[in-house]
Structure formats: C-alpha cells, structure tokens
C-alpha cells in the first residue's frame, strides 16, 4: 500500500520560531490534509487541501499541496507554547475508497 | 451530535477479561474508522465502516479484535482475552464519504491492561 514519510520525527522549537515539517509519498494522493493532536486528546483537523499546487493558511499555519501531488508541508509561524503536540499528515486518493493514509507523526516540543 | 462521541473515556481492565469500546459518530457520517495509537506513537489502522460493512478489516491486529456498526450509527469494538500488550488509546473517526473527505476523530478511549 501507499507509505507516507513524515519529517522530522520530532523538533524542539523555542517560542517565537518558525517551525517546517513535510511529508513525502512514493504516489500521488488526491488530497492532503493535517491534524494536529494535543496530550490526551484526539487529533483535530487543521488544514485540508484539494488540489496540486494549493497553499493554504489557518492563522499561523500555512500548508501546501506539492505540485507532484507526492508530498506537502505544513509551516507554522512564530511559535508559541501551545503549538506543542503531534502533527499527523494524511493523504487521500480518490479510488481509495474513504480510506486514509497517515504520517507516522511529528512532535513538537519545547526547549529547555 | 455535535462531535464523535467515545466511551468509555478511560478503562482499566484485568488481563483476560474482555472489553467493548463503543463509537457514536458524527451525525450523518456514514463512513467510520477505528485506529489505535499506543503511547508516543502514530495511528494504526484497524478497520474501516462504510454504511454497517467493513470493506477493509486488515488492520486488525488478532482474532481477539472484533467490530460492529448497527443502524449506520454506533459502533462497537471488541476486544476478547486483553493482553497487556493491548494497552493503547483507541480512536474513532468519522466522515461523510464524500470525494476529498476529511475526516473527524474522537477523543479516544484510553485503555490499560494490568
């Protein structure tokens, strides 16, 4: 099945730093989306995008859908405290049914 | 509702006993999933409902592991003769199916075998 490879595994961010993470596939998906999971909590939607090419913010959070349709990122703006947490990237394609593939996962937390 | 619905919350169970997880969707959703992420980890599939069928059970760990969809709505997952090992927070997720779905997750139910 599809694979989908998310970097960095995990990143210290200190308050105020922009923070990158991207995920690559080895085939194409039709959508793209982000979540974002807190401690103890469910991941929450952030971001969806639909189409090559889309790049698309949600306050601080910007997120593009590669134009290979192989990969995406999602940057965030001037960290602050509370963007700590697990970002998932999920691809979708279309004969797939309403199956979604997930990233293994990024952690972001904060410097000592 | 407003959201997907998980409970219970939180579970402790004795090794062996056996446990039911219940889901209650978003309403309207008629596509429904089940994952389960052990601690630091990432999302392990492990079944898919569309309607009351599950196309796509594959991700089952075991034939320990069983779930249900009745009336298009609430499901249930089933976990017979726990092991420690199936110690996680299961998630539930929901979605209207529709092309370019996006998908609604739970707020899990955190299970702990000792």
């Known amino acids: 099945g599809q694979q989908l490879n998310q970097s960095p595994q995990s990143m210290f961010i200190q308050e105020g730093e922009d923070v990158s993470m991207n995920c690559t596939s080895s085939s194409i998906f039709n959508t793209w989306l982000w979540y974002k999971q807190d401690p103890g909590e469910g991941p929450v939607l952030l971001i969806a995008?639909?189409?090559?090419?889309e790049l698309t913010s949600n306050g601080r959070l910007t997120a593009q859908f590669g134009i290979t349709r192989k990969d995406s990122f999602l940057n965030i703006s001037a960290s602050i405290p509370s963007d700590v947490g697990i970002y998932f990237c999920a691809g979708h394609l279309n004969n797939a049914g309403n199956m979604l593939t997930f990233g293994g996962g990024t952690r972001l937390m904060v410097k000592p | 509702g407003a959201g997907v619905s998980q409970s219970p919350s939180n579970k402790v169970t004795e090794k062996g006993k056996d446990v039911e997880l219940r889901c209650d969707p978003i309403s309207g959703h008629t596509a429904l999933y089940w994952y389960r992420q052990s601690l630091g980890q990432g999302l392990e599939f492990l079944i898919y409902?569309?309607?009351?069928?599950?196309?796509?059970k594959s991700g089952l760990p075991s034939d320990r592991f069983s779930a249900e969809r009745t009336g298009g709505s609430v499901s249930t997952l089933t976990i017979q003769r726990t092991q420690q090992e199936d110690s996680a927070v299961y998630l539930c997720?929901?979605?209207?199916?529709?092309?370019?779905?996006?998908?609604?997750f739970g707020e899990g139910s955190w299970l702990t075998v000792v």
């Open positions: 995008l639909y189409k090559a090419g």
């Open positions: 997720a929901s979605s209207t199916g529709d092309i370019g779905i996006t998908i609604y």
């Open positions: 409902f569309q309607g009351n069928s599950a196309p796509d």
